[in-house]
């Protein structure tokens, strides 16, 4: 290989041609950019936000449960969406109706092939539905990409540039919104030498170069596709405490795929899981558990009329994992699930009834 | 200034751990009136937990009138919990004499712990888990 730096680069690492027209990651600033860090001008609508802003602190902390009554523009929305490659391809994601509010940190897991990847390059404006509408921000994938960060999973990059070179194209190519000190730290965290090519540099130092060009990009929704999966596990609790930072100093809407359910319980507040391309959760994670119930009963305990995720019969013990229908037996043990318990149960049934909520708005959008 | 460990696996609500570090260094006179709690920034960019959970522990610890958020500025003690547990106090000086002593006898730390903690629940009511409301309104000073 020559060494001359190219100032073209001829496309994603290792020539991957999978319909993407984009550049590595997303970075483009289409339209007009706006002032450097005023990132709240730019939204479509002055949404509460329950954590503080830069500089400045809002008035009530009012988390938005469990009514949110006015309803602000969702981070994320999705409408009877669905996504099939080829003609006569598999579906990789049906009927995908779920809203995703602002300053969110939001798990999206499910088996490989669940629709997970789909669903991201959706939202990131990759890829063109088949049905239904995904709407960013407020707006369209396209119209959303100068505020949108995403980072695929194979984390492409230019294989040829140096990591100083990478970074000072993510500056070029966001003009007006480059967050220089935050890009730069996170690959200073890493131990990369800036003169490194990306080529020689390992997998795990390619996701913290393609984290740091999302995060520079200070993005007001960061999409990332399986974003821990090559990290060891010190850059990965570093690298999540530098997204969590992100989230709460700029309300940054954070949604990130992952098949590690226990790493994800602490860092994120909201839960889409993902099974055969549907969405069968969605919602808050505190929600989402308090809405279920692990039981312990004996064997001939009728279950009706709640609604049964999982059950299992041990000698003459009952265990079983439920969504109440009202109040259970006194007599019952009970018990709150985890997180990583609830979508556990759910992977091992694929046939358990889901709980997406169907949101009014998407049956006016249907209608 | 106090640093939060989470223990993901110890089964207790992560805002609640929080909570509790808190008083505890609000006990051992860690945090003093006037001292400020870390950001949520700062805790969660530490420990990789969720913003809202930081949030949360900050309200619960307002509502019981530990702290303060002042607005802009951030999250104040704004007042202890008595500090009998500081480090020259005599009630500390007697438990090292009794713990000296209970290793003496021949206790290790299990029957420590199983002990004190009987003689704890005779003589003090077990504190029932208050519920935290969800939704509350309260102002949060917290800067970046």
């Given at each position: ?108 897991v499910g088996h490989?092939?669940a ?144 098949h590690?359910v ?11 899981l993902m099974g055969?391309?549907?969405?069968r959760l ?28 999982e ?29 990583e318990?609830l979508v556990l149960s759910y992977l091992r049934n694929p046939?358990a ?15 | ?144």
């Amino acid at each position: 290989m020559t060494d001359t730096p190219t100032d073209r680069p001829e496309g994603p690492a290792d020539g991957r041609s999978d319909g993407r027209t984009e550049g590595p990651t997303d970075l483009r600033t289409d339209g007009p950019t706006e002032g450097p860090t005023d990132r709240r001008t730019d939204r479509p609508t002055d949404r509460p936000t329950d954590r503080p802003t830069a500089g400045r602190t809002e008035g009530p902390i009012n988390r938005p449960t469990p009514a949110p009554a006015p309803v602000p523009a969702p981070a994320l929305e999705a409408t009877a969406l669905g996504k099939r490659f080829g003609r006569r391809g598999r579906r990789a994601l049906q009927d995908c109706t779920f809203h995703l509010p602002a300053g969110r940190v939001c798990a999206v897991v499910g088996h490989n092939g669940a629709g997970k990847s789909t669903l991201l390059a959706l939202a990131a404006g990759l890829l063109a539905p088949s049905e239904g509408t995904v709407t960013v921000l407020g707006t369209t994938p396209a119209a959303a990409r100068a505020r949108v960060g995403y980072v695929a999973q194979d984390k492409p990059l230019y294989p040829q540039l140096s990591v100083a070179e990478t970074l000072r194209m993510g500056a070029d190519l966001n003009p007006g919104r480059w967050d220089e000190v935050t890009a730069d730290r996170i690959v200073a965290a890493g131990d990369l030498d800036p003169r490194a090519r990306i080529r020689s540099l390992s997998g795990g130092q390619r996701t913290r170069v393609a984290l740091a060009l999302a995060l520079g990009k200070r993005p007001e929704l960061l999409l990332l596709d399986e974003p821990m999966a090559d990290l060891d596990p010190l850059a990965r609790h570093q690298l999540m405490g530098t997204l969590m930072a992100q989230a709460a100093q700029y309300g940054t809407t954070i949604v990130m795929s992952s098949h590690v359910v226990a790493e994800l319980e602490d860092s994120c507040d909201h839960l889409l899981l993902m099974g055969g391309g549907r969405v069968r959760l969605a919602g808050e994670i505190d929600e989402l558990t308090a809405g279920h119930t692990r039981v312990a009963v004996t064997a001939d305990t009728d279950l009706a009329p709640h609604t049964v995720v999982e059950s299992r019969t041990t000698g003459r013990q009952l265990s079983a994992l439920i969504r109440p229908a009202g109040p259970l037996p006194h007599e019952w043990r009970t018990g709150t699930p985890t997180l990583e318990e609830l979508v556990l149960s759910y992977l091992r049934n694929p046939e358990a009834p889901g709980l997406a909520p169907v949101p009014d708005r998407a049956e006016e959008a249907a209608a | 200034m106090v640093e939060y460990r989470i223990d993901r696996h110890s089964g207790v609500a992560t805002y609640v751990q929080i909570v509790q570090q808190t008083k505890q260094a609000l006990r051992l006179g860690l945090l003093q009136p006037g001292d400020q709690l870390p950001t949520a920034r700062e805790v969660v960019e530490a420990t990789a937990i969720n913003p809202n959970t930081v949030l949360k522990a900050y309200r619960e610890l307002e509502r019981e009138g530990l702290v303060e958020a002042r607005r802009g500025l951030g999250t104040f003690v704004r007042r202890s919990l008595g500090t009998v547990a500081a480090e020259d106090s005599p009630l500390r000086a007697e438990l090292h004499a009794w713990a000296d002593r209970a290793r003496e006898a021949g206790l290790d730390r299990d029957d420590v712990a199983a002990l004190f903690t009987s003689v704890l629940d005779e003589r003090f009511a077990v504190p029932v888990p208050v519920p935290v409301p969800v939704a509350e309104t309260h102002s949060q000073g917290d800067p970046a």
